[in-house]
């Protein structure tokens, strides 16, 4: 059964595309068919796999209004196992058009009902608001990733993601659950970030992965190479952190994931 998660935190610079590009990447690597749908008007995923947002005649955005079918949207193999249906400053647009439509939650889900039997994963890189974007990547999801930086007000706003997602389950998505929630930009020479990750382990009564994201330099920069840390850097500790990461997502269910 294919995977389709939902990268989500409404909290903005936690590392959520960071997270779904890197993501995607590594399940690629491990031979798994990924397509990454970029729901962030920022873009900041498309461009992070080199496509220029700009330039691209197709995007979700065209998609949702139906000015577009899907298979002229997704742009594939932009790494090996790895296609992309890209956005732009444009998708912002959409909030306001969503809404008068029927079934206006539905629209994503419609769509990726029509190429899921192509992937092993979907990937949705959310924007960080609470939105109708959001609303529509929840409802066509299996599961929902949630980033959370190492920083004190970590737990800031995610107990209203939480309930958002608990709403979506209860009127639109009764199949939604919390995949995990996962640590970045963590700094082992900081208490904070190991009191952060104590916190939210005492706090939250949700699945939270053992792999934990440092903060690093690499990862960092990959972005502006347009690369996932995969490519940009393939030994360097981001890319082994976030293959890891990857290897939990495969497992995830399973015995060797207990």
Known sequence: MERIIAVANQKGG?????????????????GKKVLIIDIDPQGNTTSGFGVDKNDVENTLYELLLNEAEIENTIIKDIIENVDIIPSNVNLSGAEIE?????????????LIDKVKDQYDFIIMDCP????????NALTSATSVLVPIQCEYYALEGLSQLIRTIDLVRDRLNDKL????VV????DARTNLSLQVVENVKENLN????KTIIPRNVRLAEAPSYGQPITIYDPKSTGAESYRLLAEEVINR??????
């Open 14 to 30: 936690v590392g959520k595309s960071t997270t779904a590009i890197n993501l995607t990447a590594c399940l690629a690597e491990k």
């Open 98 to 110: 969503l809404v008068d439509m029927d079934g206006k939650e539905y629209i994503l889900k419609n």
């Open 128 to 135: 960080p608001s609470l939105n109708m974007l959001t609303i």
């Open 177 to 180: 659950e919390i995949e995990g």
């Open 183 to 186: 640590f970045t930009m963590y």
């Open 206 to 209: 949700q699945n939270i992965y």
């Open 253 to 258: 269910g399973t015995d060797e994931w207990q």
